[in-house]
């Protein structure tokens, strides 16, 4: 038979993981919703490796490049470039 506390326990339990749940969904729409994003988070929007999207780069995707040599990416101008070779 389970007692009061386990219950509470229990339900405490699945509350904190209901909202963790949230937070992880909430994080995720808003790294979705950035455009301008590092190498890592581009390639996973792409749902490929870092290595295939550098070889993106290779075939004349676009990439931004800063002074300070960080390498950001568009991920508006990756799909229109992708979109250039749809058939």
């Known amino acids: 038979m389970i007692t009061f506390e386990e219950s ?5 339990l699945d509350n904190f993981n209901g909202a963790v749940s949230m937070f992880e969904q909430a994080l995720q729409t808003v ?3 950035q455009d301008i994003v590092k190498q890592k988070y581009a390639a996973a929007a792409f749902d490929v490796s870092v290595n295939s999207l550098k070889s ?3 075939q004349g995707c676009p990439e931004i490049r800063l002074e300070s040599g960080m390498v950001l990416y568009s991920k508006k ?3 229109e ?5 749809q058939k």
């Open 8 to 12: 509470l326990k229990q339900m405490q």
């Open 31 to 33: 790294v979705d919703s």
């Open 56 to 58: 993106w780069v290779k």
């Open 77 to 79: 101008a990756i799909r």
């Open 81 to 85: 470039w992708l979109l250039q070779y």
